[in-house]
């Protein structure tokens, strides 16, 4: 398991500025023309050929987010839309000219909103049982290419102590590109699912529990279009678009989180236009020595150090079984950089080189980490 931060590099200081000052600058919508008009309002009344343009361009667009007081996302929904659709009312929005309508599904339902809750039976309690719990999820529309779910709430068994397999609880994902499957604790992590092109099979998001254990899930599924900027990149099962973040495994945590078995995925960041890499470190652990923010089998009590490469060599320093792969990693602190680079990096250290020293990593090929564990 590992948690590690990253940081997109720049030639010049100055560009960083710039991107922040345009980030920042973006402006919410909150009046009742943007609420039932969309964008399409501003460029009606801006644009100086207006009274060229037919009445209908002033159709509804969109569906702005709203915040409900309980911590979830709603739509912010005409005030008589909402009950018709099955959401549960959760205060005003726009202004008071529409009301925040939050959709939740638990096991059985089918998905027909944007932006729709799973969660557990007994949801915010506890679910105690035993069975396959079950949505499925009906594309909006058939230009929707992916799924985002936020695991907003993740919480089921843990995987067994010997192997680490996910024998115990599950959740699964069917209908898409493979999906790893997780168990254990992940909240705050997301996952983009591939829903193919044009009007393909639902997607079937299931969490199969045995035995007795407090679970808890609320997993809020997204719909991004094919065209959207929001789409993640092909093969990514996480995606932050970011300059600087904080990336973990699934069920990370140093204290009492098991490295999951048989996972198999990528981790993409997008590198905006004049970044020229990205730099890595692992986080601090400050509760336990040797830390434990970055094992890849290397979860000891004995203090395990870095191992590189892998391939067909069988030395015992290379990433055989498990590793993480960051293309051409190089340590940051060699001056000059030292010319060979590392793809594999596994062990209880994180670093590009081996040693019993903890290093800050730059890949200038890449912006993908991909996680094997076996
Ligand atoms: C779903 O909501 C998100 C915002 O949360 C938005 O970006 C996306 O375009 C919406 N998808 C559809 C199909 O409306």
């Not at 007795?212 to 932050?240: E, K, M």
Request: glycine share 10%.
């Amino acid at each position: 398991m590992f948690v590690i931060t990253f940081h997109l590099l720049v030639f010049y200081d100055l560009i960083v500025v710039i991107i922040l000052a345009t980030a920042s600058s973006k402006v919410e919508s909150s009046s009742w023309r943007d609420f039932f008009f969309g964008n399409g309002w501003k460029s009606f009344t801006s644009n100086r050929d207006a009274r060229i343009l037919p009445i209908f361009t002033l159709i509804p667009v969109g569906i702005t987010l709203c915040s409900a007081p309980s911590g979830e996302y709603g739509n912010c929904l005409p005030n008589k839309d909402c009950a018709l659709r099955g959401g549960i009312p959760a205060g005003p929005c726009a202004g008071g000219y529409g009301i925040c309508c939050v959709f939740l599904q638990t096991c059985g339902g089918v998905v027909r909103e944007n932006s729709t809750y799973f969660v557990n039976p007994n949801h915010p309690d506890t679910y105690d049982g035993t069975g396959s719990c079950q949505i499925t999820v009906q594309k909006l529309h058939p230009d929707i290419c992916q799924l985002r779910l936020d695991l907003d709430m993740f919480s089921i068994a843990q995987p067994e102590a010997t192997n680490h397999l996910c024998t115990q609880d599950q959740l699964l994902i069917s209908g898409s590109s493979p999906v790893p499957t997780i168990c254990g604790s992940s909240s705050g992590d997301h996952m983009y699912v591939d829903a193919g092109l044009g009007q393909s099979n639902p997607i079937v998001i299931s969490v199969i529990t045995s035995g007795t254990f407090p679970r808890i899930w609320r997993i809020r599924v997204t719909q991004i279009h094919c065209g959207s900027i929001n789409r993640a990149d092909q093969g990514c099962l996480q995606y932050y678009t970011s300059i600087s973040g904080r990336v973990k495994s699934f069920n990370f945590n140093t204290v009492s989180g098991r490295q999951l078995s048989n996972q198999d995925y990528s981790v993409c960041i997008r590198t905006e236009r004049n970044f020229c890499g990205i730099q890595y470190n692992a986080c601090p652990d400050l509760e336990n020595n040797p830390p434990r923010s970055f094992t890849i089998s290397g979860n000891s009590n004995e203090e395990v150090g870095t191992m590189v490469g892998g391939g067909t060599q069988m030395t015992e320093d290379a990433c055989i079984q498990d590793w993480l792969l960051i293309g051409c990693m190089r340590s940051a602190d060699r001056i000059p950089p030292i010319s060979a680079c590392e793809d594999r990096v596994c062990g209880g250290i994180f670093s590009a080189e081996i040693g019993m020293v903890q290093k800050t990593v730059q890949s200038r090929l890449s912006s993908c980490i991909h996680l094997h564990t076996h």
